[in-house]
């Protein structure tokens, strides 16, 4: 398990129900290691400021993080971590690699709406 304060996402069937359950959902799909935990933090510090995002983390060695691995808007990605937003069970947004928090920002502005 990741060691964040983020909604760990276990499995395929808790992958679907977060994505059932709520309209905007932003997961860090990745390890312990040094890009993908600024990322995680970025993430633990949005959450207050994006309440009607549901943030969360999954861990990219389990074998059903192939939900996120195999997706067509993942295919080419190298670098961890992976990171889909998903608006009403529909990926609009991946990316890999280290993000920053302007960065992450911008695709939650863009995707979601600003918090107002």
Same mark, same amino acid.
């Given at each position: ?17 977060? !994505?059932? %359950?709520?309209? @905007? ?13 600024? *990322?995680?933090? /970025? ?27 195999? !997706?067509? %808007?993942?295919? @080419? ?13 529909? *990926?609009?947004? /991946? ?22």
């Amino acid at each position: 398990m990741l060691h964040t304060n983020l909604t760990h996402v276990l499995s395929k069937d808790e992958h679907s129900k977060l !994505l059932q %359950e709520n309209e @905007n959902v932003m997961i860090c799909c990745g390890r312990m290691g040094p890009m993908c935990i600024p *990322v995680y933090e /970025a993430m633990e510090e949005l959450e207050n400021e994006y309440p009607h995002v549901k943030f969360a983390d999954m861990e990219f060695d389990l074998p059903d993080a192939s939900v996120i691995r195999d !997706l067509p %808007e993942c295919r @080419n990605f190298a670098g961890l971590p992976f990171v889909v937003y998903y608006k009403n069970g529909k *990926v609009v947004k /991946a990316t890999s690699s280290i993000q920053t928090r302007d960065q992450i920002t911008a695709i939650l502005d863009e995707h979601f709406g600003k918090n107002n």
